[in-house]
């Protein structure tokens, strides 16, 4: 399918550079679309849910009443025995969750009539907020599952489809390029995206991007607008990712990253004729954590990471992206270089606990989104101040549960794990505070927040869209 679709491309650029047509040559590359679409359909289903949140003082006279609020998303089948990969955005603090199925081939109706999608019940298997991914599971078996790509190979400029149910259309496609391979939304975020221009919008979440094979090279996840609909700079998380965090969510309902006690900096090339480092570019590392992986491995500040595993090292990004994949308890291979030597170093990987996955569970009530900032908010209460490391004040806050993925990306907003002490210097010492304080801003108010990141405080300003 891909050749045959490729060359039909070709073709058809070639007919157009000539000033000539051929409608048959057009009609074939069109009917190779459908044939590419009629097959990635059959795989993609709507997920709706159903969940409560409590409504705030001015929307109800009585205290503490809950409203159903219902979202619906997409989703793609990636095993015939019922598993369904969408976002965790789609489903988080969901009490019911369902799907709805694109109909089999057997469920035709008797005389060649149209058969209908089946709608049912899903349970969620697991989810990741970090990745923003989620895995469901159906009671149904042998469906059409689509085949994971390596998002590895994808490249700038290759054709893609994005499929989904934008607000609300169901079995919806749109075609368009890959705008960059793997797109970093911040400078130290270890998360990376597949840029497209593929039309991206709301109820596209959680939906394939595949590529002219109809084989999945991510899952849509948001979209950067100023209109709340597509400006054509849609992501997706890349299907290498995605694969990763199912399995983790396949076995164990949960998801586990690594580490080795090491930072990493990107090299620049101040940094290398400041340290006298050997190299102007690569990865450097910044610091060992005492008696940790890396340093009963040896490793030591200024030593430059050539290799991870055989695989060049380029920057601190590709470095962090690459430590998501080995598991727990693995030994990784690392090629280093400590002034004019070359040495081999290996590294076994533990269990990082400073992930936005630990506060998952504490995100999972629709009451603690505040959506005009993006996150989910809980209160800093003393049992979960015990659970966190010393905070830098004693009382008040609320901790930064993780980042809404559906909410703009702000070029430095907020992270998992941040606590919020004060808002344009009025304290905060509850999530109704921040949210009160919030609500009664206009459009365009600045806002300037004291955070403490890591045991530092700083602060994270920007402007209410």
Sequence with gaps: MARYLKSLLCVAACLAAAGQTQPVRLSELSQGFQQLSRRVHASVVKVSTVGYRQLEPEESDEPGVAARQQSAGSGVIIDPGGLIVT????????QRVQVTLPPAPADRQAGGGRARPRTVRAEVAGLDLETDVALLRVSETGLPALEMADSDAVEQGQLVFAFGSPLGLDNSVTMGVVSAPARQLRADDPMIY?????????GNSGGPLVDTEGRIIGINTMILSQSGGNEGIGFAVPS???ANVVEQLRR??????????????????????????????????????PEGQGDAAG??????????????????????????????GETIALEVLRGSKKLNVSVQVAERHDEASTYAELASREENLIPELGIFAVDLTPALRDQLAPARSESGGVLV????????VLEEGFRAGDLIYAVNRTPVRSVSDLREFVRKQKPGAALAFQVERNGRLRFVSFELP
């Design 87 to 94: 976002n965790a955005h789609v489903v988080v603090g969901a």
């Design 252 to 289: 164990t309902g949960r998801v586990i990253r690594g580490e080795i006690g090491v930072t990493v900096q990107t090299i620049s090339a101040a940094l290398a004729q400041g340290w006298r480092l050997p190299r102007e570019w690569g990865v450097v590392v910044a610091d060992v954590e």
């Design 194 to 202: 597949i840029q497209t221009d593929a039309p991206i919008n709301p």
């Design 299 to 328: 490793l030591r500040v200024g030593d430059v990471i050539v290799s991870l595993n055989g695989r060049a090292m380029e920057d601190a990004r590709q470095f962090n992206v690459s430590l998501y994949r080995p598991a727990v």
């Design 240 to 242: 290498n990712l995605v």
């Design 401 to 408: 549960a993780a980042r809404h993925a559906d909410s703009a």
